[in-house]
């Protein structure tokens, strides 16, 4: 039975999250966000779109360094997703060259980190130069053994699902033999724990599309702040609400 860190040995967001009666051995293993609202953000400051998704970028740091110093061992996050490049060509530029640009920038703090990077989606159709940065953080920190930082980019929960049952075809698998684990073992990452707690930002009480066979039974916690006013105050929140929880797996528990 693991003991609770003493006082002297916590760093300071596991101090704040024990002194708001957070249980370090329950956290989530897995927590994954849908960071929305910076267009809505940038709009009420009277700025353009991408200074929101910008700001977003520097809460993001923040956010895998909480989650990383409190101990979650995994964190996913929707960066961009498959439905995305219908938004304006300016901003899907500005969004793209903005992921690239994070990933060289941040790739020596996140491996000093001990932060193993990684990336779920279909990768392939993206721009050579956010796909080279992006494989460059998975091989540059592949041995890392910390928090294991995913960003779904040009991910899309449906399509996720449509590519392992392409590759259940192409391996040859009967009709017969399709079971939830087997559909489950041709996801992008098989051996990622499921998400325990998906936080979403800006109030909208939807999943889009995030995570959708991983998902299906992990906590929800929903703020209506935009994801740039996100803080670590928003993260212990989540983490308390979800501790707070009885996950019932579709059983019933007394
Ligand atoms: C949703 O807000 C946000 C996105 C589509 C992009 C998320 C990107 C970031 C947080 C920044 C960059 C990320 C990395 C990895 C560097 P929205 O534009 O839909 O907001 P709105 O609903 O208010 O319009």
Redesign the pocket.
């Known amino acids: 039975m693991p003991t609770t860190p003493s006082v002297a040995k916590m760093n300071p967001i596991q101090k704040r999250a024990v002194e708001m009666g957070i249980d370090l051995h329950a956290l989530p293993s897995h927590v994954a966000i849908i960071?929305?609202?910076?267009?809505?953000?940038a709009?009420k400051n009277g700025w353009q779109?991408l200074l929101?998704?910008?700001e977003?970028?520097k809460?993001?740091r923040g956010a895998l360094l909480d989650c990383s110093e409190i101990g979650i061992k995994y964190l996913t996050?929707?960066?961009?997703?498959a439905e995305?490049w219908r938004r304006p060509k300016d901003e899907v530029d500005g969004?793209m060259k903005?992921?690239e640009q994070?990933?060289k920038d941040e790739l020596r703090t996140m491996h000093k980190n001990n932060v193993r990077v990684n990336v779920t989606g279909r990768i392939e159709e993206l721009p050579s130069g956010l796909r080279a940065a992006l494989e460059d953080g998975i091989e540059t920190t592949s041995e890392n053994t910390g928090i294991v930082f995913t960003?779904a980019v040009n991910y899309g929960g449906r399509a996720e699902i449509v590519d392992a049952v392409k590759d259940l075809i192409a391996a040859g698998f009967d009709a017969e033999e399709i079971t939830e684990d087997l559909i489950s073992a041709h996801l992008y990452n098989p051996h990622h724990p499921e998400p325990d707690l998906m936080i979403r930002t800006?109030g909208e009480m939807r999943w889009s599309n995030f995570l959708i066979w991983q998902g299906a039974y992990c906590e929800l916690w929903v703020t209506p702040d935009?994801?740039p006013d996100f803080s670590t105050g928003h993260l212990l929140e989540a983490l308390k609400t979800y501790q707070n929880r009885t996950r019932k797996f579709g059983a019933v528990v007394e």
Not at 35 to 41: K, Y
């Open positions: 960071m929305d609202g910076n267009g809505r953000w709009k779109r929101g998704h910008r977003g970028y809460v993001l996050v929707y960066a961009f997703s995305n969004l903005l992921i994070a990933a960003l800006a935009p994801w």
